[in-house]
C-alpha cells in the first residue's frame, strides 16, 4: 500500500507524562497530560532543532489509559526513559475520529502482515506511537487535525 511511510526514529531520551486513565479526565484544565502539554510545549519553543517531532502518544488498551512521551537530550520535571528507536510503518488518520484512527492502525497492521520485507516490533517500551501533525491555524482552517500513526516494525530475516 502506498499510503504507509516508513520511518526511523533515533534511539534517544524521553520524559513521560505517566499513564492518566481516561476515566480521570486527562485533558480536563487540572488533567495530568493537560499539565504535561503545557510543559512540554513551553520547553519545545526553546529548541533549535525543529527538524523532528518529539511529542508521542500511546493508548494503553488493557488498562484504558493515556501515556505521553517527549523526546529530550536531560532529565527535567518528568520520567526520563530511554527510548530505543527503530523503525516504524506509518500513515495519517483524522485526530479524534475514532473509527478513523482505528481503521488507519487496521490498515498499517495489515499491511504489515502481508509485507514481504517487515514485520511487527512490538515489545514491552516499543510502543505503538501517534502524533498531531497540524498546526493550529490549519485545523481551524480545515475544520479537523491529522494525526500521524507508527506502528514498529522490523525487517524480516
Known amino acids: 500500500m502506498e499510503t504507509i511511510r516508513i520511518i526511523e526514529f533515533p534511539a534517544c531520551k524521553m520524559v513521560s507524562s505517566g499513564y ?5 479526565n486527562p485533558f480536563g484544565l487540572a488533567g495530568q497530560l493537560t499539565k504535561f ?11 533549535q532543532d525543529k527538524w523532528f517531532m518529539r511529542d508521542f502518544m500511546m493508548f494503553e488498551c488493557s488498562n484504558n489509559s ?3 512521551f517527549y523526546a529530550l537530550p536531560n532529565q527535567l520535571q518528568y520520567e526520563l526513559i530511554d527510548f530505543p528507536g527503530g523503525l516504524y510503518a506509518a500513515a495519517t488518520a483524522v485526530l479524534d475520529d475514532v473509527a478513523d484512527e482505528q481503521a488507519v492502525y487496521g490498515t498499517i497492521k495489515q499491511w504489515i502482515a502481508e509485507s514481504d520485507n517487515f514485520e511487527l516490533n512490538e515489545y514491552e517500551g516499543h510502543y505503538d506511537l501517534s502524533h498531531s501533525v497540524t498546526s493550529s491555524e490549519l485545523q481551524e482552517q480545515l475544520g479537523y487535525a491529522q494525526l500521524e500513526v507508527y506502528v514498529p516494525i522490523k525487517l524480516k530475516k
Open 20 to 24: 492518566a486513565k481516561e476515566a480521570d
Open 66 to 68: 493515556l501515556i505521553w
Open 37 to 47: 502539554n503545557n510543559w512540554w510545549s513551553a520547553f519545545d519553543k526553546q529548541r
